[in-house]
């Protein structure tokens, strides 16, 4: 019923740019959270950002002053603006969403199938 979808992913040059987008789809109430995770190879998934039904905003501390999570309107799309990029920023970048809809009116988490960020020269 409920459905994330990333876009924006690809490759880009050490200290370029790329901005991520989220999009959520289906008969939704509240997006009460929506966050940005990332995993490299060999690695662990990781939260990377977050904002809130309020518009508060969080990071991890690797992308702060970096990276910037936002939001067209109240609900979507979120957006991960991400700059200075590093090769140790290459991952799959997935969306993550807290969300109450016709289907789950307690709401329940989403999962987008990811998009990949390469950074390298």
């Known amino acids: 019923q409920v459905q994330l979808a990333e876009s924006g992913g690809g490759l880009v040059q050490p200290g370029g740019s790329l901005r991520l987008s989220c999009a959520a789809s289906g008969s939704i109430f509240r997006i009460n959270y929506m966050g940005w995770y990332r995993q490299a190879p060999g690695k662990q998934r990781e939260w990377v950002a977050g904002?809130?039904?309020?518009?508060?905003?969080t990071y991890v501390d690797s992308v702060k002053g970096r990276f910037t999570i936002s939001r067209d309107n109240a609900k979507n799309p979120v957006h991960l603006q991400m700059n200075s990029l590093s090769p140790e920023d290459t991952a799959v970048y997935y969306c993550?969403?807290?969300?109450?809809?016709?289907?789950?009116?307690?709401?329940?988490?989403?999962w987008g199938k990811g998009t990949l960020v390469t950074v390298s020269s």
């Open positions: 904002i809130t039904s309020a518009g508060t905003t």
């Open positions: 993550y969403a807290d969300i109450q809809s016709v289907g789950s009116p307690n709401g329940m988490g989403y």
